[in-house]
């Protein structure tokens, strides 16, 4: 299995311009590649379907060629898999692990 870093999610409060909408997940996502620091933050409507620890806990995202080693590499799987589009036109498999504390992102493109 290959991993590399992609970037950091951070939950906040409140919503940021230029966000994107998730609306199974009533989700707000910024752009991590437009981020000078490559920060992706998440905000998070009330009512949010999301496991309480994506909504609480900072994570890791990593590139992988491998979603299910990743996953059994991992403790528990949070969510998914599931489809994504962080731009338009690339697509990408999703999925969140726990691995011991740490919440990861594992996100293999199509």
């Not at 409140?14 to 909408?21: A, F, I």
């Not at 991590?32 to 490559?38: A, K, R, V």
């Not at 009512?47 to 900072?58: E, I, L, R, Y």
Request: one cysteine or more.
């Amino acid at each position: 299995m290959q991993l590399s870093y992609a970037h950091t999610g951070i939950p906040i409060t409140h919503q940021l311009g230029g966000m994107r909408y998730a609306p199974p997940m009533k989700l707000w996502i910024s752009d991590p590649t437009i981020s000078p620091d490559g920060i992706e933050y998440l905000y998070f409507e009330e009512g949010s379907p999301a496991p309480s620890m994506m909504k609480t806990h900072t994570h890791v995202a990593l590139s992988t060629d491998d979603l299910d080693e990743a996953a059994a590499w991992c403790d528990e799987v949070v969510l998914g898999p599931f489809e994504d589009e962080p731009l338009p036109g690339m697509k990408q498999d999703v999925l969140f692990a726990r691995k011991d504390d740490l919440l990861i992102e594992f996100c293999c493109s199509q």
